[in-house]
């Protein structure tokens, strides 16, 4: 029996000790209350402690090592782990090797009251408790070991037995795969072929004992298609006894009618040549009648060529691929307009329906928006053509030629491309809009003048300013909207020349002289109304004053003129 160091604490604890038989077989006191409080062995309430402790389940293979986690925050008396049998284990015990098979973890620090299993076996499967025993209170924490057994090998439960899962293309059957035991349970996974289909599967668990041992079913319901007939349908299971998946698996089965297509077309066909026809079809299970029908439409057919089998210049044959594809063929001795004109049948029949396969042959070339199973018969000798190439052997024929609507959007965006460059050359051409020249400014603008103005010039004062500049404004708006126009002719005849220089030849000329090569624009006022020249009249609004620009070069005998 344990007893206290300090006796005196017996007469502190005047409640009821509560006590637990331990392996082996002795009596341990593990709490003593008094009224309700917890008491240490001075007298002295003890301090608030916690669990450090995971509740997480552990799944462990038989004879991996089991680490049993176990920590307490603040001062404990001592600890225990029971399992689910009832089965007690000490850690101090366990630290001092009483139990074979266990001990000390090497990390203590958080894990106080943890141990370690060498070896795990079956009967470490269950629940493990640990109990940690403090001054006056006791800290429980649970939690789930899975000692794991290695599953059974997965089944695929068929109703016929046969090595193949059959299925109709049209109908949904249901297939399962089970695994009759595990510890936990499995998990299953669908694959055809590469593709992983488990989506379509449902699973259910059942437990066989109180074990934790599982039977697991998985039932996957899937509607085939007949381009999926050959196929390896799996079953793949994983556990954690299992380095790799375990897998089952089976041929899939699935029966249809022939598999039906639009008009096949051929074009390009020269005349006068042996023309063979290769029709590719897809029929599960293989078909029992196959013929070549032709005639004036696809309606009234004239005569039928079973195949094998020849009628004239007519020969037909038949090709087996594998896993439910063949190739029919018609073969054409010496290839006439005539047969250009005609309309052919492909009838296929097996066990499960009839579909016919209707084929044109031409001797034009292939539309733009047509279906051509065979585009470049020139490249390509006859008897080497076939359309199995680039054929997809399902209910829709793939086309690699564009549609009439996506040429006409081409063409139509490539107008509006060639509409835009020639509207953009035209404007830079005329120089309009933003092609148009920025006049730039005179540098001799601005600069005051030194020389005497004739009273005229000096009439004029602002509003003559004021009225070129409106005009440059004006003609730089106007620029941008008409094709500039040459540059004036800066000779005039010798009637206006005079005209410039010998008008009031007393006064002081008020034009400067410039380079004959210098264009420079002159404003002059003409004052119309009768009256005295030499006077200076204000100009008025009212005033009938007129503003001409006059371009032209002066000469230099203009000092000469005053004095005439």
């Not at 604490?9 to 341990?28: D, H, M, N, Q, T």
């Not at 004239?312 to 047969?339: H, N, P, V």
């Amino acid at each position: 029996m344990r007893m206290f160091k300090d006796t005196s604490s017996w007469a502190r604890c005047a409640g009821v000790c509560v006590w637990y038989r331990a392996s082996p077989p002795v009596l341990v006191c593990s709490v003593c209350l008094s009224r309700g409080r917890a008491w240490s062995h001075t007298g002295v309430r003890g301090e608030e402690v916690s669990l450090i402790f995971d509740r997480s389940k552990i799944i462990v293979n038989p004879g991996d090592q089991l680490d049993l986690d176990c920590g307490v925050r603040g001062d404990k008396r001592y600890c225990i782990w029971e399992n689910e049998s009832g089965h007690i284990y000490q850690v101090e015990d366990v630290y001092v090797n009483v139990y074979d098979g266990m001990r000390k973890p090497a990390n203590t620090e958080g894990n106080e009251c943890g141990i370690v299993i060498n070896s795990a076996d079956i009967e470490h499967h269950g629940l493990w408790t640990c109990k940690v025993f403090v001054v006056g209170d006791s800290l429980v924490g649970s939690k789930n070991v899975i000692v794991t057994i290695k599953p059974t090998s997965p089944i695929l439960e068929l109703d016929d037995g046969q090595g193949s899962f059959l299925v109709t293309s049209e109908d949904e059957t249901p297939i399962k795969c089970s695994v009759a035991a595990a510890r936990p349970a499995v998990g299953i996974r669908w694959y055809l072929g590469e593709t992983d289909i488990t989506a379509s599967a449902e699973k259910e668990e059942t437990p066989t004992d109180k074990g934790g041992i599982y039977k697991s079913v998985s039932t996957l319901r899937r509607r085939f298609q007949p381009k999926e007939n050959g196929q390896l349908l799996m079953c793949s299971i994983s556990h954690k006894t299992l380095l790799v998946p375990e897998n089952t698996s089976i041929p899939l089965n699935v029966v249809f009618k022939p598999v039906e297509k639009p008009v096949s077309s051929f074009y390009q066909i020269s005349s006068g040549s042996d023309y063979e026809v290769k029709l590719n079809f897809s029929a599960n299970p293989a078909p029992i009648r196959r013929e070549w029908r032709y005639g004036d439409s696809f309606e009234n057919t004239e005569a039928s060529i079973p195949i094998p089998g020849a009628d004239g210049r007519y020969t037909a044959d038949f090709e087996d691929l594998g896993s439910g594809k063949y190739t029919a063929k018609l073969l054409i001795a010496g290839f006439t307009e005539s047969d250009a004109n005609k309309r052919y049948l492909l009838v296929i029949e097996n066990e499960y329906g009839e579909t016919q396969y209707k084929v044109m042959l031409s001797m034009h070339d292939a539309p733009q928006d047509g279906v051509s199973e065979t585009s470049n018969h020139d490249k390509i000798p006859p008897t080497e053509l076939s359309v199995s190439e680039g054929i997809v052997f399902d209910d829709e024929t793939e086309s690699n030629t564009l549609s009439g609507g996506a040429v006409a959007g081409i063409i139509i965006v490539l107008l509006i491309v060639v509409a835009a460059v020639g509207a953009a050359g035209y404007a830079r051409y005329r120089q309009m809009f933003c092609f148009a020249p920025v006049p730039s400014p005179d540098p001799e603008e601005g600069k005051d003048t030194k020389e005497e103005h004739s009273d005229t010039e000096s009439a004029r004062g602002t509003n003559t300013n004021h009225a070129s500049n409106l005009k440059n404004r004006i003609g730089q708006l106007t620029q941008v909207f008409k094709k500039p126009k040459k540059d004036q002719d800066t000779k005039l005849d010798e009637h206006e020349k005079k005209s410039l220089t010998k008008e009031e030849p007393d006064k002081e000329s008020p034009y400067k002289e410039q380079n004959p090569d210098d264009k420079e624009v002159v404003y002059a006022e003409l004052d119309l109304g009768k009256g005295e020249p030499e006077k200076k009249t204000e100009v008025k609004t009212e005033d009938k004053t007129e503003y001409a620009q006059i371009v032209g070069t002066l000469t230099d005998n203009r000092e000469d003129e005053k004095k005439e």
